[in-house]
């Protein structure tokens, strides 16, 4: 059993940037595959970034590609989503998601556990 809670969003103007964060705790984190999602109200979940176990791929929504940026740090049993030049179409409810393997997925199912989730409202 993994738990998941996500720190960092917030309130920030178009172009500005936030840095999301996850802590995981109560299992061997290191090998699971770690995701972040969002949700904006009357939309359905969508795929955010992903990063394999070991760091070594990662994977970005088109929209997010060269503006935001995954990591994780398995000795802190963190994951971060670093987000710049923020743009309106990024307010929603991000989620981390953990995957029981070592590779990432961009699908939401795909993953077994869930954090609560924290707002980043972007305005114009």
């Known amino acids: 059993q993994v738990q998941l809670v996500e720190s960092g969003g917030g309130l920030v103007q178009a172009g500005g940037s936030l840095r999301l964060s996850c802590a995981a705790s109560g299992s061997t984190y290191s090998m699971y595959a770690m995701g972040w999602f969002r949700q904006a109200p009357g939309k359905e979940r969508e795929f955010v970034a992903a990063?394999?176990?070991?760091?070594?791929?990662?994977y970005y929504r088109d929209s997010a590609k060269g503006r935001f940026t995954i990591s994780r740090d398995n000795a802190k049993n963190t994951v971060d989503l670093q987000m710049n030049n923020l743009k309106p179409e990024d307010t929603a409810l991000y989620y981390c998601?953990?995957?029981?393997?070592?590779?990432?997925?961009?699908?939401?199912?795909?993953?077994?556990?869930w954090g609560q989730g924290t707002q980043v409202t972007v305005s114009s």
């Open positions: 990063i394999s176990w070991s760091g070594g791929s990662l």
């Open positions: 998601a953990a995957r029981r393997t070592r590779h990432a997925t961009m699908t939401p199912a795909d993953y077994d556990y």
